[in-house]
């Protein structure tokens, strides 16, 4: 079962007579279903808790080969609380899967696509280069933002 309708609970407005209800509200618990979307995820969830993935792939792989298994390349996102589905990391593991050894998962090329957020590679190479700061979506409801008649 990949998607089910839930109840999710709303406080009324005062006027309206009843307190609180809950309101029927489709899920869809599949996830993403295209790569870059999943990266576009993973990205927003890195930016806002400052995790270093990179580090934490890279205790599994003592001769930095920049490939780990499938296994212990999930388990270390999972251990980082990504908020994930199952069809997410599959599909992850399938994008990142290493043609040569297809048990193992290229986490460098991963890491690689990750870190963008942070900082460019070969900075120091074009001094001049100007960097673009990634912006995670805020957590706040955009329905309760005032607009200037408002204020």
């Given amino acids: 079962m990949n998607d089910c309708d839930v109840l999710r609970y709303i406080i009324n407005d005062p ?49 930095r080969k920049g490939s780990i298994e499938a296994t212990k390349f999930r388990t270390t996102l999972y ?32 890491n690689e696509d990750i870190e963008r957020i942070f900082t460019q590679k070969d900075l120091e190479k074009c001094p001049g280069t100007t960097l673009s700061k990634f912006k995670a979506p805020s957590i706040l409801d955009p329905k309760n933002v005032l607009t200037d008649e408002e204020e």
């Avoid at 489709?26 to 990205?43: A, H, M, Q, R």
């Fill in 15 to 63: 006027y309206s007579g009843a307190k609180s209800t809950y309101i029927k509200v489709y899920t869809d618990f599949s996830g993403s279903p295209e790569v870059e979307k999943l990266v576009k995820k993973i990205k927003e969830q890195v930016m806002r808790n400052r995790i270093r993935l990179g580090e934490f792939l890279q205790d599994h792989d003592p001769l």
């Fill in 79 to 110: 251990a980082q609380k990504l908020q994930l589905t199952k069809e997410e990391y599959q599909l992850l593991e399938d994008h990142y899967r290493d043609p040569i050894d297809p048990i193992k998962i290229r986490y460098f090329d991963f």
